[in-house]
């Protein structure tokens, strides 16, 4: 018999409002971050095609089960909801059509065009 893992009350919370703002599968969000990684700025002299920041940490996070975080998993949840929570509330007069803002989003793997 399995023996379920026991979480804080708060990080079962904190799970499901991190799942709720990061609304894109790891998949598509490592398909973006790297479509982003090998972009113009990435071909300078000094190329970097490391995934961006925090994205990558976001998508460690999406691959693992509740039962496996680490505090630093933890604060990656944190502040992924509010970084996304202040974006979507600072939302331009462009909206959707605003690419920039709506990057800054998918960088965080929330996709302001997928319904709810």
Do not use: C, Y
């Not at 991190?18 to 972009?39: K, P």
């Not at 920041?53 to 630093?72: H, N, S, W």
């Amino acid at each position: 018999m399995v023996r379920e893992a026991r979480l804080d009350p708060e990080v079962e919370v904190l799970w499901e409002d991190f799942h709720a703002e990061v609304n894109v599968t790891s998949e598509q969000l490592r398909s973006w971050l790297l479509t982003r990684g090998s972009g113009e700025e990435s071909f300078g002299p000094n190329p970097s095609l490391d995934l961006p920041e925090p994205g990558r940490q976001i998508l460690a996070v999406l691959r693992k089960r509740k039962v496996d975080l680490t505090p630093e998993d933890v604060e990656v949840m944190r502040d992924a909801i509010d970084r996304i929570r202040a974006l979507t509330a600072a939302r331009p007069k462009g909206g959707t059509s605003d690419d920039e803002w709506r990057h800054s989003l998918l960088d965080l793997g929330h996709d302001i065009l997928v319904e709810r």
